[in-house]
């Protein structure tokens, strides 16, 4: 696997509580995405991040929020946690190939 | 709806047998990419097609992509049960790239 962390990898937590997910990447590559991947919808782009403190969003952004602070560390942050963000979240980098290298994900409930 | 739709959603087949994906995208694109997603993994990058390619060979692995019917196919020749996963198109759009939108996805199950 390329050098791609996510922490933490299981989080149940309740309506209205902060929820921060973490992407660690050991390669020092300038794109960084989030994801969430539920049944019916595959994979669909929060945020993404094309450089340090550089971000923008994808198609469902409204109630979460990115920092990029490290070329390393990219963040993702549920200000407020609703029952419709239960999903599993994937951290993505791209090389210069185009290739994007995937975590392992982070399966998180929402009660 | 999905910039990257696959068809069929599923598809069943015997080991040996070959398996064939279709992908259909809306809007003009740099690239398109298949990827494979096994049961509570990540996503695995197989093939990538630029927009001036019509098609590419990975092992086992066959890309087209017909730019004028915006639709692109994977044909996973001599199928094992160990590609049994679900598989992915994703299209890259504008120059730039920085987006990558991905379709719900084919199930495979190959049986043994």
């Known amino acids: 696997d390329a050098g791609i962390t996510q922490s933490p990898r299981h989080k149940v937590t309740e309506t209205g509580t902060p929820v921060t997910l973490r992407c660690h990447q050991t390669e020092n590559h300038r794109y960084m995405y989030w994801y969430r991947q539920d049944p019916g919808h595959g994979l669909r782009l929060i945020h993404y991040s094309y450089g340090v403190k550089d971000t923008d969003k994808g198609e469902v952004s409204d109630g979460y929020s990115v920092s990029r602070s490290k070329t390393e560390d990219f963040l993702l942050t549920l200000e407020s946690a609703t029952s419709s963000q239960t999903s599993v979240y994937f951290c993505a980098i791209k090389d210069n190939q185009e290739t994007q290298y995937f975590g392992p994900g982070t399966r998180l409930l929402v009660l | ?112």
């Not at chain 2, 630029?50 to 692109?72: A, F, I, Q």
């Open chain 2, 1 to 112: 709806s999905q910039q990257g739709e696959e068809d069929p959603q599923a598809l069943s087949i015997q080991e040996g047998e070959n398996a064939t994906m279709n992908c259909s995208y809306k809007t003009s694109i740099n690239n398109l990419q298949w990827y494979r997603q096994n049961s509570g993994r990540g996503l695995v990058h197989l093939i990538l097609i630029r927009s001036n390619e019509r098609e590419k060979h990975s092992g086992r692995l066959r890309v087209t992509l017909d730019t004028s019917k915006k639709s692109s196919s994977l044909l996973i020749t001599a199928s094992r049960a160990a590609d049994t996963a679900s598989y992915f198109c994703a299209t890259v759009l504008g120059t730039g790239g920085f987006k990558t939108i991905f379709g719900a996805g084919t199930r495979l199950f190959v049986k043994a």
